[in-house]
């Protein structure tokens, strides 16, 4: 890939010109509505860097960028980078209440909508106000008014260290918070993701991922365009139109979450199919959110191929660790640390945790970003003297493998014993009629008990007392659910995470024995 | 030769997508069912599209192909309908 007549990309829109000067015919983004190649790509974005400074945009400026996948969102948040304004990457499925907070919070000079693919950006754009252009390739943008009471920040003397992305976490707990990433994490992580699968330009990638989330944007997108492949980009997931497009393009990679391969798994249920064989396929594998061993096995057995995994949070850009194709696991591991990152796994009293035992997870290295943006205290709160990131997820060490136990303040102390949220919703995933669980703790009396919220699969007569049952027996007494809820869809972020924040609240109310039809949305 | 769907049937084949939409995936809120607007990715999530096939199949007794999962055929309750009355069609 090395080429020594080009330089290094230092800014993450520098991905573009290696490929657009080596190989300007080459598809790089293509997509329902066209394709352009690495060529075309390129004059998209210098055509953009001038549109954007036409439209008042300066560096240090906040570009909120409210879209789904498509050339449009790339294309303006290559050009943001270029002109190094900061692109603030929002996913168009967010609440108004969610898109205007982080627009208030940024101070956003202006916000674009990609409303060519996107009723969801559409919406925004309209509630805002906002004007619509069609331009060349991008279809219709929404463009909003020039915000002329925010200042630029001022910028980094080093390019590499200056903002590539400002990205708010929803998480799962907690008010979201904007991650700052520089162009040095997020090309940190693309270069090497599109080492560890040899990503080529022979390399035909299924973009589904949403770009305004770290894993889509660096590993899925900036990991495609540094290696020259070519980047399939959907705006949203259906595993029939998947399976179409999977089969008549060739796709050689596919990037996906456990939600996506659940509901390939349905799919295939719904099909009668138990093969999937895609003969171009050669990696599959999941992140962002935990993977059932039951998903695993299922899409193992249907693709033909090992699933792999991999975990991360947006602050590490955001790949902590992954399993390698080089040694696949039969197992949920979540892999070995990514290449440059160390992991430190930290027990109570501050100590490190014993050999094999439970820790809090701890990162350190070139992932790592600036810090959360108007938001010193939470910084320093996360970032320690010495560079480490506090995940706050619980996880040990088998050999150099790394295991999510849970997170820290998921976990509920029932009778003294310690109970992990992430075993019993494992247990209860493994019964056939379970679609997917989401264990929390519920306070009660100086105790806390077992809350099992379950989904059991579409046309299920599974009971309440059929789980309880099948928690007794697989699961030791202080581990049982207390109560088992079943409903028939849990609260989710746009990634698919399931929200426990809300079952929480949902579980101290009072839900008697009832089983809920379905969760306020 | 067979005879093209009655605008009846078309009517009736609407309602009862109309009813499944509405009882499905918005919980009996007739009012949040715009008629301009998208189903697919707003109305009906992914799953939701896996749902809505089983059901045309099952009460239509049609097959949706893989292929014909787009926005053209199933976005708007009129497109729904539209494609379900042509796959009726195509059978008699």
Redesign the interface.
């Known amino acids: 890939m090395s080429d020594t007549t080009v330089a290094a990309p230092i800014r993450i829109s520098d991905v573009v010109k290696v490929w657009a000067e080596r190989s300007p015919d080459r598809p790089a983004l293509l997509e329902s509505t066209g394709a352009w190649t690495y060529g075309q790509l390129s004059s998209a974005i210098a055509d953009a860097r001038a549109w954007l400074r036409g439209l008042g945009v300066r560096p240090g400026d906040r570009v909120m960028i409210v879209g789904e996948n498509c050339r449009a969102f790339v294309t303006i948040l290559l050009a943001s980078a270029a002109v190094d304004a900061w692109p603030v990457l929002v996913n168009a499925r967010l609440s108004p209440r969610e898109v205007d907070e982080i627009q208030s919070h940024c101070g956003a000079r202006r916000v674009l909508y990609t409303m060519g693919v996107s009723t969801h950006a559409a919406d925004h754009a309209n509630r805002h106000g906002a004007v619509l252009e069609e331009r060349d390739g991008f279809g219709s943008v929404g463009i909003g008014p020039l915000n002329q009471d925010v200042e630029p920040e001022p910028l980094d003397a080093n390019v590499s260290d200056r903002v590539a992305a400002l990205i708010y976490t929803s998480g799962t707990t907690g008010v979201p918070k904007g991650v700052m990433l520089s162009h040095r994490n997020l090309l940190f992580m693309a270069e090497g993701s599109a080492r560890i699968r040899s990503v080529s330009p022979d390399d035909r990638l299924y973009g589904v991922l949403p770009m305004s989330h770290a894993v889509g944007l660096s590993v899925v997108l900036l990991g495609s365009l540094i290696a020259g492949a070519s980047l399939y980009l959907t705006p949203r997931f259906d595993p029939m139109s998947a399976r179409v497009l999977l089969e008549k393009e060739r796709v050689t990679l596919l990037l996906g979450s456990p939600a996506i391969f659940n509901q390939i798994l349905q799919y295939a249920k719904l099909r009668n199919v138990s093969s999937l064989k895609l003969p171009a396929l050669r990696i599959i594998s999941s992140s962002g959110a935990p993977l059932d061993p039951a998903t695993k096995s299922g899409i193992e057995s249907l693709f033909g191929m090992v699933l792999h995994n991999g975990y991360g949070v947006t602050e590490c850009s955001p790949t902590i660790a992954l399993t390698r194709p080089e040694t696949p696991r039969t197992d949920t591991s979540i892999g070995v640390a990514f290449p440059g990152v160390e992991i430190n796994l930290m027990g109570s009293g501050g100590q490190a945790a014993p050999a094999g035992g439970v820790g809090e997870l701890r990162v350190r290295g070139p992932n790592i970003m600036k810090g959360y943006y108007r938001a010193p205290e939470e910084t320093a709160a996360a970032i320690d003297g010495e560079g480490w990131f506090n995940t706050h997820d619980l996880a040990r060490l088998d050999g150099d493998h790394l295991f999510i136990v849970g997170r820290t303040k998921d976990l509920i102390v029932h009778r003294g014993f310690n109970v992990y949220p992430a075993e019993v919703e494992a247990v209860l995933n493994a019964h056939p009629e379970v679609f997917r669980s989401a264990v929390v703790g519920r306070a009660v009396g100086g105790d806390e008990e077992v809350v099992a919220f379950v989904q059991p699969h579409p046309g299920s007569a599974v009971t309440r007392h059929d789980l309880a049952e099948f928690a007794i027996l697989h699961l030791a007494a202080y581990k049982r659910p207390s109560q088992i809820v079943l409903v028939s869809a849990m609260p989710v972020t746009p990634t698919g995470k399931i929200v426990k924040g809300e079952l929480r609240k949902l579980a101290e109310g009072n839900l008697g024995s009832k089983e809920l039809a379905r969760l306020p949305v | 030769m067979p005879q093209p769907i009655q605008s009846t049937q078309t009517t009736e084949i609407e309602r009862e997508v109309r009813n499944f939409v509405v009882e499905h995936f918005l919980?009996g809120h007739t009012e949040k069912l715009r008629d301009d607007?998208?189903l697919?990715?707003?109305v009906i999530d992914?799953?939701g599209?896996?749902?809505l096939?089983?059901y045309l199949q099952d009460r239509f007794k049609i097959t949706v192909e893989?292929?014909e999962?787009?926005p053209s055929n199933l976005d708007t309750i009129n497109n729904l309908a539209a494609y379900v009355a042509r796959k009726l069609d195509a059978k008699a």
Do not use: F
Request: aromatic fraction near 0%; hydrophobic fraction near 45%; charged fraction near 25%.
């Open positions: 919980s607007g998208s697919l990715g707003d992914s799953m599209v896996l749902d096939v089983a893989d292929e999962v787009m």
